[in-house]
């Protein structure tokens, strides 16, 4: 019930005043440089205009938030993590806290009403400052999230970033916070032979400035038997999910081919956007 009011009072707040683009489409879309369906995206979309509704699917430590974060920064719109959103609350040491922490520590997805409550707050927040549009990190994972999401306010992008599972597992295991500034990084060197058909790749490490590099932490379920558990739960709950928005012709299934600086070119084309500032840093 606590949900379902918060969801109303949404709407009532306007949330759905977000101007809505259609990328009409009968299927889902892959990246690729000659993908004919890319025609089906906006032509060099303006980076002013800030009303983008996007959700980023994929598996954990893929780097959702990564290019989340830098889209949010090129669009000017907010990127809201879930993952972000429970960690806040754990720090909190609020009523939800201790029951977030055991269902965290042992690898298991946090519910729908816990994450919808925090989602919808959060929402709130960025209405009430005048925020518009938002890229969603983490959520919806469920069939049921998706639908109660678009009972809040309608999604016009979903992004479904897909990275090899030996890469992924060694980008968990690599992730590390600066116990003082928060910073992430990554200390793992991902380097993996062509086989069987699949190409190399490689990835540098994200290492930290010299004043974090002895404040470097590891997230508490960042155990290989967590991380396993982890991605096991997931792609047994996203397929689901990723059908619910192909089937309205609205996900964007993006193969990343390496690290950021291989990654972020081809993901801009995909969605038709320029970084100018990328561009100059190249040139520079």
């Not at 707040?13 to 004919?36: C, H, K, M, T, Y």
């Not at 609020?94 to 029951?99: F, M, N, T, V």
């Not at 058909?197 to 508490?220: E, Q």
């Amino acid at each position: 019930m606590a949900v379902l009011s918060r969801v109303l009072r949404l709407r009532a707040a306007g949330l759905d005043r977000f101007a809505v683009r259609s990328f009409q489409s009968s299927s889902s879309w892959r990246n690729s440089e000659i993908d004919p369906k890319a025609a089906a995206l906006p032509l060099q979309r303006d980076v002013k205009d800030r009303n983008v509704q996007w959700v980023f699917l994929g598996c954990p430590g893929v780097g959702k938030g990564t290019y989340a974060s830098k889209l949010s920064t090129l669009l000017g719109v907010p990127h809201i993590a879930t993952g972000d959103l429970v960690r806040d609350e754990l720090s909190s040491k609020g009523p939800l806290a201790h029951q977030l922490e055991e269902v965290v520590n042992q690898g298991k997805l946090v519910s729908d009403e816990i994450i919808i409550d925090l989602l919808s707050k959060r929402l709130e927040a960025s209405a009430a400052k005048g925020e518009t549009g938002f890229l969603l990190d983490g959520f919806p994972r469920t069939i049921r999230q998706a639908e109660i999401l678009e009972g809040v306010t309608e999604i016009d992008l979903v992004i479904n970033l897909k990275l090899r599972e030996e890469a992924l597992l060694a980008k968990c295991l690599g992730r590390r916070i600066c116990s003082e500034c928060g910073g992430n990084y990554n200390v793992a060197t991902i380097d993996i032979k062509a086989e069987e058909g699949n190409p190399s790749m490689y990835m540098a490490p994200l290492l930290p400035p010299p004043h974090c590099a002895s404040k470097l932490i590891s997230r508490s379920d960042d155990t290989e038997e967590v991380v396993k558990r982890r991605l096991h739960i997931y792609n047994e709950k996203s397929q689901p999910v990723e059908e619910f928005y192909r089937s309205w012709g609205k996900l964007l299934e993006f193969d990343l081919p390496g690290g950021i600086p291989e990654s972020w070119p081809k993901l801009l084309r995909a969605l038709n956007l320029e970084d100018h500032d990328d561009k100059q840093s190249a040139a520079a």
